[in-house]
């Protein structure tokens, strides 16, 4: 433990070169550092060189050391960024990725003139991408689905402290639905076992397993999906799905043999990867 109290410039100094020699990366300290303080960057560069108070001290000493023992920065300060606002994240749930948000971007550029849909949003986690389309959307009807129900309590929260008025209601998939949807979208489990040598240490020891892998090569919940999907969508209703960047060809096959009449596409993300896949239906 540091003994002598530092500056906030000697504290990033001193944890960033720690970090660095123990395989981290240095910028988690300057994120921790904002989230401690709850200060922007402007706001910490122009306090860099007044005395960070030792409870600060101390709290930060300890997320660098659960940091450095693989615990991932989101975690240790409780929320995370998602398409403009703030989510909190806990170990029932899967940190938010910025590939994520471009599932989310697809969905309102589809339907960026429709003002009244009902859409749902399957395997929610922390709520964000359902949340995030009914801010950008009030008049859309969503309901947010879980198989876990700790998942769906703090997807709960996520759209109290956000203000978005949404229905969430636990279950396995498509099961929670009653009626038809216009929307379905859902960033599914869809990694396979064998992929776990190319996962982060952080990950695999602290995100949720039941949302990150799936049977069958990871296309097990596609397939489920595919068999329920009939049902719960109107006969002009779409699908969008986030998937793994090897994945496009299968999983298009897959609702492509289910629904030969459906407009079923892939799309990539910003990296020109396929990252999600799109089922349309333009009447049954």
Same mark, same amino acid.
């Given at each position: 433990?540091?003994?002598?109290?530092?500056?906030?410039?000697? #504290?990033? *100094?001193?944890? %960033? @070169?720690?970090?660095?020699?123990?395989?981290?990366?240095?910028? +988690? /300290?300057?994120?921790? !550092? $904002?989230?401690?303080?709850?200060?922007?960057?402007?706001?910490?560069?122009?306090?860099?060189?007044?005395?960070?108070?030792?409870?600060?001290?101390?709290?930060?000493?300890?997320?660098?050391?659960?940091?450095?023992?693989?615990?991932?920065?989101?975690?240790?300060?409780?929320?995370?960024?998602?398409?403009?606002?703030?989510?909190?994240?806990?170990?029932?749930?899967?940190?938010?990725?910025?590939?994520?948000?471009?599932?989310?971007?697809?969905?309102?550029?589809?339907?960026?003139?429709?003002?009244?849909?009902?859409?749902?949003?399957?395997?929610?986690?922390?709520?964000?991408?359902?949340?995030?389309?009914?801010?950008?959307?009030?008049?859309?009807?969503?309901?947010?689905?879980?198989?876990?129900?700790? #998942?769906? *309590?703090?997807? %709960? @929260?996520?759209?109290?402290?956000?203000?978005?008025?949404?229905? +969430? /209601?636990?279950?396995? !998939? $498509?099961?929670?639905?009653?009626?038809?949807?216009?929307?379905?979208?859902?960033?599914?489990?869809?990694?396979?076992?064998?992929?776990?040598?190319?996962?982060?240490?952080?990950?695999?020891?602290?995100?949720?397993?039941v949302a990150l892998f799936a049977a069958e090569n990871g296309l097990q919940i596609y397939r489920r999906l595919a068999e329920q999907l009939a049902d719960k969508l109107t006969a002009t209703g779409s699908l969008y799905l986030e998937i793994g960047?090897?994945?496009?060809?299968?999983?298009?096959?897959?609702?492509?043999?289910?629904?030969?009449?459906?407009?079923?596409?892939?799309?990539?993300?910003?990296?020109?990867?396929?990252?999600?896949?799109?089922?349309?239906?333009?009447?049954?």
């Amino acid at each position: 433990m540091i003994k002598q109290q530092l500056t906030y410039f000697q #504290a990033q *100094q001193y944890f %960033q @070169k720690l970090v660095s020699s123990r395989g981290g990366e240095p910028p +988690a /300290v300057t994120e921790l !550092l $904002l989230g401690i303080t709850g200060w922007t960057p402007i706001e910490l560069l122009r306090q860099q060189r007044e005395l960070l108070p030792l409870s600060q001290q101390q709290q930060l000493e300890g997320m660098i050391q659960r940091y450095l023992t693989g615990w991932p920065v989101q975690y240790l300060l409780g929320h995370a960024a998602f398409f403009g606002h703030d989510f909190l994240v806990d170990p029932t749930v899967l940190i938010p990725r910025p590939e994520t948000e471009e599932l989310v971007e697809w969905v309102l550029a589809d339907f960026s003139q429709q003002t009244m849909l009902k859409v749902a949003d399957i395997g929610t986690g922390s709520g964000a991408i359902g949340i995030s389309l009914k801010l950008e959307r009030p008049n859309w009807q969503l309901l947010l689905t879980d198989l876990s129900p700790a #998942a769906l *309590q703090t997807a %709960q @929260k996520n759209a109290d402290r956000l203000q978005a008025k949404i229905s +969430a /209601v636990s279950g396995d !998939l $498509l099961a929670p639905l009653t009626g038809k949807y216009d929307v379905i979208v859902s960033n599914p489990p869809y990694i396979a076992a064998d992929e776990r040598s190319l996962m982060d240490r952080s990950v695999l020891e602290h995100e949720p397993a039941v949302a990150l892998f799936a049977a069958e090569n990871g296309l097990q919940i596609y397939r489920r999906l595919a068999e329920q999907l009939a049902d719960k969508l109107t006969a002009t209703g779409s699908l969008y799905l986030e998937i793994g960047f090897r994945q496009a060809a299968a999983v298009k096959k897959i609702f492509q043999s289910r629904f030969p009449m459906a407009q079923v596409s892939s799309k990539k993300d910003i990296a020109g990867k396929d990252r999600m896949v799109r089922v349309r239906f333009t009447g049954r």
